[in-house]
């Protein structure tokens, strides 16, 4: 079965300032990992994803993360925050099912 | 653009009452899912459906039925609505590939008193 940890609930973080948030899966191969964005009220949006090749995988928006194998982790990274970036971030993990699972979802909120 | 639709944002209904959300998508994707949203709770899958008349159960199905007759459009049916089914709802489609995200609606938001 496949998982996802997103181990904080909150982030807060000052405009300008940068931001990791944080993803850990379980699966049992390679799997097919991805990072969405939710702004109130919204849908969810694809920030990025990665499947195979080179581990660090730029998104939209100025965002980007690295997986890790050896830690089973896909943080997501951005180097200067804007207000516009507050949002609920969730990381998912689709091994061969084409079911994608998951996380509970990391609120950030940015001070001025 | 592709585009999948949920055709409320907001809804109240009765204790009892049978509900239906509908979803549509116009990008000729095989796969459609249905998610409930609840704070601290991340997404849950309700139901999958992976062709028209096919549907599998997703880790909470329990108070809901899906029904997909057409390939496009994916309806998720409250037969009695209850007060814990108070929640967003998600709709996402996808094609059956290892390589493309889900793409999602805007939400229902659902309430039940």
């Known amino acids: 079965a496949q998982s996802v940890t997103q181990p904080d609930i909150h982030i807060t973080v000052s405009e300008g300032a940068s931001l990791e948030l944080r993803c850990n899966y379980s699966?049992?191969?390679?799997?097919?990992l991805f990072w969405y964005v939710q702004s109130p009220g919204q849908g969810l949006q694809l920030l990025l994803k990665y499947f195979s090749g080179d581990t660090l995988v730029q998104g939209i928006k100025g965002f980007e993360a690295e997986f890790k194998r050896s830690q089973s982790s896909f943080n997501l990274r951005k180097p200067s925050v804007h207000w516009s970036d507050a949002a609920e971030y969730f990381c998912?993990?689709?091994?061969?099912?084409?079911?994608?699972?998951f996380g509970r979802g990391t609120s950030l909120i940015v001070h001025p | 653009d592709v585009k999948v639709t949920q055709s409320s944002r907001y809804l109240v209904k009765r204790t009892g009452e049978k509900v239906f959300l509908e979803c549509v998508q116009d990008m000729d994707h095989e796969n459609m899912f249905w998610y409930r949203q609840d704070p601290g709770l991340g997404l849950r899958l309700i139901y999958f459906s992976y062709d028209v008349k096919m549907k599998e159960k997703g880790d909470i199905p329990e108070g809901y039925s899906v029904s997909r007759e057409k390939k496009e459009r994916f309806s998720l049916i409250l037969e009695s609505a209850s007060t814990n089914q108070t929640s967003m709802y998600l709709c996402?489609?996808?094609?059956?590939?290892?390589?493309?995200?889900?793409?999602f609606g805007q939400g229902t938001r659902l309430t039940v008193v």
């Open positions: 699966y049992g191969a390679t799997p097919y």
């Open positions: 996402a489609s996808s094609p059956p590939t290892k390589n493309t995200e889900a793409f």
């Open positions: 998912a993990v689709e091994g061969g099912s084409y079911i994608p699972t």
